[in-house]
Nanobody, 121 residues
Framework: QVQLVESGGGLVQAGGSLRLSCAAS????????MGWYRQAPGKQRELVATRGGTTNYSDSVKGRFTISRDNAKNTVYLQMNSLKPEDTAVYYC?????????????????WGQGTQVTVSS
């Protein structure tokens, strides 16, 4: 199992910045992708950014958000600049892991508990 613990959420005014962190622990060997998703009230969870062999951003955050990983610390970060009220959501850390289990290759997704980001206008 993989445990993901997020930190860094909070309340910020529009135009401000926040940095989210997510530390992975447990069975971290085999994690190939880490990233961030978000879910606003009444909406489905959506991708924000992921980083594995490639880096992907949703169109809504390109140019404003930057994802980075520190593999030595098993941590992924999300630097969020020029925040807008529509960025308000619960942000979830995500990890994808591939590992041998029971004699076969297993693929699993893991999620953090979420951290609230609120951007006031």
């Amino acid at each position: 199992q993989v445990q993901l613990v997020e930190s860094g959420g909070g309340l910020v005014q529009a135009g401000g910045s926040l940095r989210l962190s997510c530390a992975a622990s447990g069975s971290i060997f085999g994690i190939d992708v880490m990233g961030w998703y978000r879910q606003a009230p009444g909406k489905q969870r959506e991708l924000v950014a992921t980083r594995g062999g490639t880096t992907n951003y949703s169109d809504s955050v390109k140019g404003r958000f930057t994802i980075s990983r520190d593999n030595a610390k098993n941590t992924v970060y999300l630097q969020m600049n020029s925040l807008k009220p529509e960025d308000t959501a619960v942000y979830y850390c995500y990890a994808h892991r591939v590992a041998w289990s029971g004699g076969r290759l297993a693929s699993n997704d893991y999620w953090g508990q979420g951290t609230q980001v609120t951007v006031s206008s």
